[in-house]
């Protein structure tokens, strides 16, 4: 008798571990389906090094994904990535659909939808070309001082941008050069910039700038006479003059 209640106990072990383990392998699929909006970030890969894009491009794209709520969870913009091969990229206008295997997710992850669905955007070649560099002065000296012609060494710069841009690109400016408060002409190492994003400084990236201050030097007045001083030596000399005479 006791042998059979202790077989019966190890039947009835075994099924409650074998139900134990069917819980928790069947857990996640028994788990509730949601759906979860993403930003992720639009990377660009294999652009020709030729080519640059002119149009503005969104940094992130909102996606919808769908799956159990425990693997949403796990799942954040920092791990998922819109990536988009641009090797085939010409010169033009150029089209890209969106599509789900775009993006990095699970196995068990479905992508529901992706906004912008399409993107669309200008390519250029990229062009360089040789442009003067003008000194950026801003503020005045003091009263009393001027400011003279700068010198720049070196004074020309190569650039490159995109064709459109470059063709009417005549200069560059350095960085500015605070002129407030100055007394004495003074040399300065600045930054070469560009006012474009999509222009690009190659050489030199800086240049020394020299700027004369002058001081101002007005019209000498003559001096004054003292007319009172003048009378008085007149007539001093009359008077000798008188007694000279008798």
Do not use: C
Request: proline share 8%.
């Amino acid at each position: 008798m006791s042998r059979w209640v202790s077989d019966l106990w190890l039947k009835f072990l075994a099924v409650f571990l074998a139900f134990v383990v069917w819980f928790v392998v069947s857990a996640p699929r028994r788990e509730a389906i949601s759906e979860r909006a993403f930003a992720a970030p639009l990377s660009l890969v294999r652009m020709p090094r030729d080519l640059v894009i002119t149009t503005a491009v969104p940094d992130n794209v909102s996606v919808r994904l769908r799956g159990r709520v425990s693997d949403l969870r796990s799942l954040s913009s920092q791990n998922l990535e819109v990536t988009l091969d641009l090797s085939w990229a010409q010169p033009g206008e150029a089209v890209i659909t969106l599509r789900p295997q775009a993006l990095n997710v699970p196995q068990d992850i479905d992508v529901v939808s992706l906004d912008p669905a399409r993107l669309r955007f200008r390519v250029e070649r990229l062009r360089q070309r040789v442009v003067a560099i003008r000194p950026f002065l801003t503020g005045q000296p003091p009263a009393g001082y001027t400011v003279g012609d700068p010198t720049l060494s070196p004074d020309h710069a190569l650039v490159s941008g995109p064709a459109s841009q470059i063709l009417k690109l005549s200069e560059v400016a350095t960085e500015r050069i605070i002129m407030t408060g100055r007394t004495e002409s003074f040399v300065q190492d600045v930054a070469v910039v560009s006012e474009s994003p999509l222009i690009r400084i190659i050489d030199p990236q800086t240049t020394a700038v020299t700027v004369p201050v002058i001081a101002e030097i007005g019209p000498q007045q003559p001096a004054a006479t003292d007319t009172s001083e003048s009378a008085t030596t007149t007539e001093k000399a009359e008077k000798v003059e008188k007694k000279a005479k008798h």
